[in-house]
Structure formats: C-alpha cells, structure tokens
C-alpha cells in the first residue's frame, strides 16, 4: 500500500535545478501531524539524510552539502512536501526518498521514521 508518493524527479544539468514532491495517497496517518524529510541514496552508498521540517514548518533541518541550496517546505492542507533543489551538482545524483516521522519534529535519523515514498531518481549531469 503506497502511502507516500513522490514526483518531479529527472535529468538535470550541473547549476540546474528541479522541485520534488512528495504526496500523501489515502489517509491512513494525518499528514499535519508529523515531521517530514527527505533522504538520498546514491549507487553504492548509504542512504543519507538530506532535508526535514516539523509537522507545521515552523522548523528545518539540512545537511551540510546541501545547505543554501536546497529548501523543504510542506502544504498540509495540501497534504504534501516539497524539496526545491537549486545549483544541482552531479553530486546530488541519487534517489530521493520523502519519509513520515515518528513524532512532530524534523528529526535528522532516518530510524526516526517510519513510513517511507518509493523513491524517485535525480540525476545531474556535469
């Protein structure tokens, strides 16, 4: 059962940019509840913890690398969450991953989530 779905992914150039979205399908959890956050894998590495926001915005988080470049932003009534990504580096080339938290904060550990999108492919060229 799909519960979180996400968009917008492709190809992109190097100083590009793209904006993900990330759906939530039926409602079997109450999206406003919850903090958010998206994750990357890229090929033979771990999955990394990229971006998360609380349950109403009021706070984020990011990961260095991509600081000043990328912003989470989330619209419940909407019941979705966005990552707008600018000055894309080839090294942002990955699956990205938005993910439901366990609690209303915008925790940075991906065991603090628990339901997760499929995952949808960035990929920058240089």
């Known amino acids: 059962q799909v519960q979180l779905v996400e968009t917008g992914g492709g190809l992109v150039q190097a100083g590009g940019s793209l904006k993900l979205s990330c759906a939530q399908e039926?409602?079997?959890?109450?999206?406003?509840?919850?903090?958010m956050a998206w994750f990357r894998q890229a090929p033979g590495k771990d999955r990394e913890f990229v971006s998360a926001i609380s349950w109403r915005g009021a706070a984020t988080a990011y990961a260095d690398p991509v600081k000043g470049r990328f912003t989470i932003s989330r619209d419940n009534n909407k019941r979705t969450l966005y990552l707008e990504m600018v000055s894309l580096k080839p090294e942002d080339t990955a699956a990205y991953y938005c993910?439901?938290?366990?609690?209303?904060?915008?925790?940075?550990?991906?065991?603090?989530?628990?339901?997760w999108g499929q995952g949808i492919q960035v990929t920058v060229s240089s």
């Open positions: 039926g409602r079997a959890f109450n999206f406003a509840s919850y903090g």
């Open positions: 993910a439901k938290g366990k609690t209303t904060a915008q925790r940075t550990d991906a065991s603090d989530y628990d339901i």
